[in-house]
């Protein structure tokens, strides 16, 4: 017998609910610019970057030149007890970037390590556990995470350090004001907050909790100016407000560096992970300093700005700057929308495309409708996979095709990611189109086949 095939060794040793992409999953072992190569030879245009995560691309010599330097000297951990000083120049560098008065940054491993650590920042400081956070939100898989998060398909206990109340405003295409105009949409969300705050809550909120876009939950976003909005509300409240950067951040959307930008207000609190290390593991809090200094107790972390980290996220952040891929995402990232849109146009299988800059979310519906068809978009999943795209998956129902390629992205790579992701959508419209057909004619009693010929 040969030896076992990698996917039956990892779902011996591995959980059976860690989820992998594809009915054939791959392993890929190299990668170049945007593109990646699996362990079959098969190379692919990447429009999901490791979940946003690989913000600047593979292979990029200024970042492996940097994270080579810190390994040349043999260190590659000291932890908090002592000085570190690329954590320190790289705090500085997001503090000052935040916006926030008197910044200062926390460094972590994670985007759910971050927001474990926001929450008990924003409890502590305010000595409440109660919490607002959005329906169709993600924030993570730890304890306190888990509990704010407003998909069920994510949540996996109802048990929480904290108390949560749930308010509409992130996912718009099938929330109850979804008909609204942008400004009625404010307002009807604004009153739902009010309304949250005065019956399922005792008033002494710490915190609410928000993305600016939604990344599991579909690549949904409000209207611009919504979360500005519930700030004032907040305010009024003495609640502070964290905005969950984690797959926002660093110019992403385009538009603003920050996706909270977009909505006029400075927050309390950010958190941010992912594309900073563009590999490397590594998240944060930034926050007002009073907040941030607030904690009763000791506390460390032991490989949370970690030199090789820090070192590499430094490069990745002046790598960005130097190259104002904020800029490219707002280029490319228009000219994706705009496509993908005169593609909608013509295959009634998809139901919304939305997104901001480099992120974009394409929402798949039975035709005639908007009842999701989560099967369409496994079909473009795996379609595009075998045209050499690969493409990400999420959304409350399963049914939403996520984009987000690196931030380094070309015209002529987005070119041929549109051509690839036309003949995917148009392969599951027709699969789609022949599917509802096929229901029809067992409702009206004919047999595929059968010329409409009644049985």
Known sequence: MGEPRLIDRHRAVLPSWLALFYDDPIEIVHGHGRRVTDSNGRSYLDFFAGILTNAIGYDVAEINDAVRKQLDTGILHTSTLYLIRSQIELAEQIARLSGIPDAKVFFTNSGTEANETALMLATQYRRSNQVLALRNSYHGRAFATVGITGNRGWSASALSPVKVSYVHGGYRYRGPFAAMSDADYVAAC??????????????????????????????????????????????????????????????????????????????????????????????????????????????????????????????????LVDHDLQANAAKLGAKLLGGL?????????????????????????????????????????????????LVGKGGLHNNVIRLAPPMTLTEDELDEALGILTEAIAAADKTSQEGRLTDVQRQQGVLPGQNGEQQ
């Open 190 to 319: 604004v009153e739902d907050l009010r309304d949250v705050l005065r019956t399922g809550t005792s008033g002494d909120v710490a915190c609410m909790i928000a993305e600016p876009i939604q990344g599991v939950g579909g690549f949904s976003s409000p209207p611009d100016g919504l979360f500005g909005a519930f700030a004032e509300v907040l305010a009024e409240n003495g609640i502070l407000f964290i905005s969950d950067e984690v797959q926002t951040g660093w110019g992403r959307t385009g538009d603003t560096f920050w996706g909270i930008d977009a909505h006029g207000v400075t927050p309390d609190m950010m958190t941010f992970a992912k594309g900073l290390g563009n590999g490397l593991a590594i998240g944060g809090v930034v926050a007002r300093g009073e907040i941030m200094d607030s904690l009763g107790a000791n506390s460390i972390s032991t490989f949370g700005g970690n030199p090789v980290s820090t070192v590499g996220a430094r490069a990745v952040l002046d790598y």
């Open 341 to 389: 849109r005169q593609v909608a146009g013509k295959h009634p299988v998809v139901g919304d495309v939305r997104g901001k800059g480099l992120m974009v979310g394409i929402e798949f519906v039975e035709p005639g409708g908007t009842t999701p068809a989560p099967a369409a978009a496994v079909r473009v999943l795996e379609e595009s996979r075998r045209l050499g795209l």
